[in-house]
């Protein structure tokens, strides 16, 4: 295998802003889309090991990690000069160009140029002609010279290998068939990307985005999709008005059909650089180090939390303090700390006095105290002389003193994770219109858009209707089809045979539901789009109980979901955010006995009822949820995190279940009376 061009790197992208502003003042240009490196991937004659001493991992600091990684391209490319002097005269001119490339990589293109001086005379053939003119192009380029940038690419571009016609049927040789464009090659991709460049440079914007959609065609998965993100990205540098302009001038369709559909779309800004290409298939994925939650001589040896119990935050006050509670009763370590509680009322302000009063009493950590006015008021005096969780706020943290939430935020960013992760491009949001679902969606909007995502259509709707219809159709422009055939009709004076135009611009939708909404949403999402997009939603499209039949309308919808919400959906008494609330009381407790690991070097998680939790370098407890789609009607775990996600059938199972969890915070999902769950109106 064979390691291609990396390029544009920031010394590739200065060089021809430079020369842009010396060259091209009367052309009207735009601040180019940044892109990142990417890897190439094909086969080569020889298979090279990597050069002895050289590094190949991954460090923190950017810095540092730019010329070690200068350092280990310049370390290949010596090697392949070496490989050069031992080989005959075809595996030498490879060699020779493996060498130059890698000297690319290194941004060292006097020696990138030097190199290919040994290929003088040399005969090659048609691949090896083209890998050179490759490379020359880049040293042009770098140069700030993009004419010639654009001749040296221009026969790699239009290169059709040769083709004979073959026979469709034996049986009738007479008729033949002569093949299409063959798929492009290694170097036809390399030098797409960079004739887009060079076009920017330029400032010939439709020629940019021209070369961007060939590339893209060649492409198939995570490849293919980061061009695309590069290629909005591009387009969004374009003032309207001039795409306007270009729309009506251009004779290229599909440049058309891109423009159009910038016009209404909302496309993340090329300020943010895109991904680099190939990413997801070049470079490991960080994961945490999951390490088993273990009290020690490190772990607090007295715990104070701070509770609002007495106040309208009753009911999540006691799910965090039975949460605590639970994850207390079973730790059986030697080093088990003391437990107290402090009720800290209705008063936000009132919460520092009772956090004073909690570390003067000798508590060496403290969680808490719950809710974003209580925390934020704490924040302002922690000055991490005794180790803090919050949980809640949104204040600056210092050291010492860490966050645990649960806000509609983080699951807005978890799908758009986990929506880029799967590869798709473009979004469509429909959610009801409450202050949770907007600070939901505009966080899911800002790391969608922050990703090189682009969204194309949004709604909101009331939960208090049934019909969504009306929504629908402005989601997925079912009204526009229907004008236009309405249109066809009258003109042809008859009625044509018509179903309506599902928009091809729409690769998934983020659907923001209840589970009683979402029942009523999922199945007229399925009417209008014939289930064939993924429907993404938020752990709240799960109740917590497993109900089969009352669930199969949500079939196929993907959701995050806490492990301990689906591990005790058979057995516990409450549903929805009071659960998932046990839950972060339960991990808050593991998170005091594991704060120094959790908080020391390395990337340590421990694997939690809230799902697998680290703490980045901000001091925000993270947690990873599960991934879950209901199948059936049942929400069925698609990753487990090495997690065991057996459901709990009975309190004498091995867990030991707290025995207040039943009755204690009962809602309207329970009966006490005879210990099932209520169904609910109209289920």
Known sequence: MHLQLRRCTHSLMIVP????????????????AQVETRDVVQDEPFAAPLPPGSYDGFVNDPLIAEDMESERHNSRARFYEQQAQQSDNDNRANAILSAAEYYIQASDFSQAQSTLDALYGAKLDTVQSHRKNVVLAYITYAS????????????????????????SDPLQPEQVVIPTRPRLSTQQVDALLLSSLAHQALGNYESAIHALIEREGALVGAARSETTRYLWQVINQIPVETRQQMIAATQRPLVRNRLEQSLGSELSSAALEPQQFNR?????VTEKQAISSNWNANSPRRIAVLLPISSRFNKAAQAVKEGIQFQHETNNSSYRPDLVFYDIGDNPYQAVQYYSAAAQSGADFIIGPLGRDYA???SAVANGSVATLLLGGEAALTSGVARFAMGPEQEGKQVAERAWKDGHLSAAIIAPNDAVSLRTVSAFQR?????GGKITSSTRYSPKQFDHSVELKQLFAIDQSNYRYNRLRQVLGYRPEFSPYQREDIDFIFMLADDDTGRLLRPQINFFTGTRLPVYATSSVFNGIQDSVNNMDLDNTVFPVMPWVLKSAQVSPYAGQLNMLFAMGSDAYEIAGNFRALTGPGQLAINGNTGQISINRFGEAVYTPVWAKFEQGEAKPEATLGMDLSPIESDNSNHSLNSNVKGVYNDSNWNPSDGKPRRRPGS
Do not use: F, K, M
């Not at 020369?19 to 009207?28: D, H, I, K, V």
């Not at 790391?447 to 990703?451: H, P």
């Open 17 to 32: 802003l430079l020369g842009l502003l010396a060259s091209c003042a009367s052309t009207p240009t735009y601040n180019p």
């Open 144 to 167: 700030g010279d993009y004419q010639n940038t654009l001749q040296l690419l221009a026969p790699v571009i239009s290169y059709l290998p040769p083709v004979e016609p073959t026979v």
């Open 280 to 284: 997801w298939r070049e470079e490991p």
């Open 376 to 378: 934020d008021q704490v």
């Open 447 to 451: 790391q969608w858009l922050t990703l």
